[in-house]
């Protein structure tokens, strides 16, 4: 489990392509001081477990199921990559629940100055658009974001300096594709309303709601 709070970006330093797969080899500073092969880390948003790490660098498998939901596939070396480690227990959790599943890619329509800030517009398709909530949460490309604005096949969200400045989003204009996982929870809530087992008014009643 992550936050989508970004701790550094790195650089793609090697990519092996082999047959529905592929091997990262990402650069970094901070986070392989205490890495360890097996943990999760979130790149660009997407969970892969480190199969190796040496100093400044640690290595990586992506399977076919993250190369066709994601734009990982893209990465080309020297490509800068937000970096997070697995969130640790019991220490502060300033974004949202990121699980690294990302459930699909969006494309940046536009991006503006809003004040200090920076306003993103991102098209998005129908799967990914219904878990879109005003003020929801939302993972572009790892970084945890409050929406700010909703249409049908759009959203936008509002960027602090801080933030553009210690991820990748400076780098991303319009035209750019983007990793997005909806909020986990928006997802669950769905499923147990139109499951087998529905929550409904009597249910909630009969369980003392």
């Known amino acids: 489990m992550f936050t989508g709070i970004i701790e550094e970006t790195g650089k793609v330093m090697g990519i092996k392509k082999g047959n529905r797969a592929a091997f990262l080899t990402i650069g970094c500073n901070e986070i392989s001081k205490d890495l360890k092969a097996g943990d999760s880390v979130a790149v660009n948003g997407v969970c892969l477990t480190a199969a190796w790490v040496e100093t400044n660098r640690f290595g990586a498998d992506v399977m076919n199921e993250t190369l066709s939901r994601s734009v990982i596939g893209s990465l080309r070396v020297g490509c800068l990559v937000n970096l997070e480690r697995a969130m640790a ?7 949202h629940i990121v699980t690294g599943h990302i459930d699909g890619v969006g494309k940046v329509a536009s991006v503006r100055k809003d004040g200090i800030a920076l306003l993103y517009k ?21 970084v945890s974001l409050t929406v ?3 249409s049908s096949s759009s959203f936008c969200v509002s960027v602090i300096p801080h933030t553009a400045k210690e991820t990748t989003l400076l780098e991303k204009g319009a035209g750019s594709a983007v990793n997005l996982e909806n909020d986990v929870i928006g997802k669950y809530v769905e499923k147990f309303v139109q499951g087998e087992n529905k929550i409904t008014g009597q249910f909630l009643t009969q369980n003392g709601f």
């Open 89 to 95: 227990a019991g220490s502060r959790f300033g974004g």
């Open 122 to 142: 991102i098209a998005a398709p129908p799967n990914i658009m219904r878990y879109i909530v005003h003020k929801g949460s939302i993972a572009i490309d790892g």
């Open 148 to 150: 700010t604005v909703v």
